[in-house]
């Protein structure tokens, strides 16, 4: 489980669900934690960068800085009490599933020691998809956590699972 976790580094992926990580940040600093964001180059175009260093008072990883890539391979992975992934699209379920380490943030899950939760958002057709259930499963194997989804309005209009769990009860499961 995360046991009090107060230092929460958080990935962000390429979901129309990612502007809601700035209540999450937000949540969380009000209760006391400290977040480092990570952002992949497409959770990039869904949220601005600056809204979350804002809201965690804190650079944001970037790719594109070597310092702060740096930072986020090597110092984040042993800092965090919780590597939190909100949202995370049905790629990133597949490539952390793979073990792979393309990007800083999965590079990050691959190297941490620290407890992982990822919370998925997609279409309902995606979350169903037995690849999708399959990489959720494995991603369970390996003892990460998989917050969600929940059953809702989706993007698409349509209801059905693939929601990503509200901010605030994504913050009370990081707390807890
Ligand atoms: C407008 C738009 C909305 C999207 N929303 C989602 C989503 O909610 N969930 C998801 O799994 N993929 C979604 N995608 C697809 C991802 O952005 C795509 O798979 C991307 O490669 C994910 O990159 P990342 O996981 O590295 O951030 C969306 C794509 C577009 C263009």
């Known amino acids: 489980m995360a046991k009090s976790a107060r230092r929460v580094a958080l990935g962000v992926t390429g979901s129309i669900a990612a502007f809601k990580t700035a209540a999450i940040v937000r949540g969380l600093v009000k209760r006391g934690a400290e977040v480092r964001c990570i952002l992949t180059p497409n959770a990039a175009r869904f949220v601005a960068p600056l809204s979350l260093a804002v809201l965690s ?20 992975a042993s800092w965090a009490d919780l590597v939190l992934v909100a949202p995370a ?67 698409s209009g349509k209801v059905g699972m693939g929601r990503l769990l509200e901010p605030e009860e994504i913050v009370r499961l990081a707390l807890k």
């Open 57 to 76: 008072r804190h650079a944001v990883a970037d790719v594109a800085d070597p310092s702060l890539w740096e930072m986020a391979h090597l110092s984040l």
């Open 89 to 155: 699209t049905a790629d990133f379920l597949a490539r952390l599933a793979a073990g792979r380490a393309e990007g800083l943030l999965d590079g990050l899950i691959l190297s941490t020691r620290a407890t992982v939760a990822v919370c998925p958002a997609m279409d309902a057709e995606m979350w169903e998809h037995p690849a999708t259930q399959a990489n959720a499963a494995r991603l369970r194997d390996y003892g990460y956590q998989v917050w969600g989804p929940a059953r809702g309005e989706l993007a």
